[in-house]
């Protein structure tokens, strides 16, 4: 079946950097865009960014811009999204979902199992 | 890019019906692209429940139905279940490939 899997939660100190994968599954991983989205406790979710399916195009949230990388492998069907100079309010759920689309409107679906990054000293 | 402004919480009985509203801009939710719905109970991942602003996924309950008018878009539940009490999100295109969410409301049933 359809399915991304994403990598265990993460502890990080501030000012480090966070890597998180996210395995696609069931489906033609070199057709689709894959985005980002995250939730901090508590709170709504929030759009990162987006990468084309050859991974050479992307495009992030101007909240983002500068510390966000996001990357893809295709031979192994994977996406990762790397975040730098983490600070307390990164704490979140970081989702990967993939993107599908027609002339009217694009929808997230399936999403990741989500992965918590907590930044604590 | 602001979050789109949606309630911060519904309430309805069961078997009544409720609609959640979702109101952006001409350059977001009143552009001609159209939005999708998500529902998330507690701990758990967002589900899509609308597409294309009024279409169901496979499994999704007709009980689920999406509209739009000007620069709100909205989600109706009819017959209001226990199972439906979650958080529920709109998602639209702002443009320049980038996408922004709803604040999210919080649904509960009485």
């Known amino acids: 079946q359809v399915q991304l899997v994403q990598s265990g939660a993460e502890m990080k100190t501030p000012g480090a950097s966070v890597k998180v994968s996210c395995k696609a599954s069931?489906?033609?991983?070199?057709?689709?865009?894959m985005h980002w989205v995250r939730q901090a406790p508590g709170q709504g979710l929030e759009w990162m960014g987006i990468?084309?399916?050859?991974?050479?195009?992307?495009t992030y949230a101007q909240k983002f811009q500068g510390r966000v990388t996001m990357t893809r492998d295709t031979s192994t069907s994977t996406v990762y999204m790397e975040l730098s100079s983490l600070r307390s309010e990164d704490t979140a759920v970081y989702y990967c979902?993939?993107?599908?689309?027609?002339?009217?409107?694009?929808?997230?679906?399936?999403w990741g199992q989500g992965t918590l990054v907590t930044v604590s000293s | 890019q602001s979050a789109l402004t949606q309630p911060a919480s519904v309430s309805g009985s069961p078997g009544q019906s409720i609609t959640i509203s979702c109101t952006g801009s001409?350059?977001?939710?009143?552009?001609?692209?159209?939005v999708s719905w998500y529902q998330q109970h507690p701990g758990k991942v967002p589900k899509l429940v609308i597409y294309?602003?009024?279409k169901r996924p496979s499994g999704v309950s007709n009980r689920f139905s999406g509209s739009k008018s000007g620069n709100t878009a909205s989600l109706t539940i009819s017959g209001l279940q226990a199972e439906d009490e979650a958080d529920y999100y709109c998602?639209?295109?702002?443009?320049?490939?980038?996408?922004?969410f709803g604040g999210g409301t919080k649904l509960t049933v009485l």
């Open positions: 979902a993939r993107d599908n689309s027609n002339s009217k409107s694009w929808w997230f679906d399936p």
């Open positions: 998602c639209s295109y702002a443009g320049s490939r980038t996408w922004v």
């Open positions: 294309e602003g009024s």
């Open positions: 001409s350059s977001d939710v009143g552009s001609d692209k159209l």
């Open positions: 069931g489906f033609t991983f070199t057709s689709y865009w």
């Open positions: 990468i084309n399916p050859s991974g050479i195009d992307t």
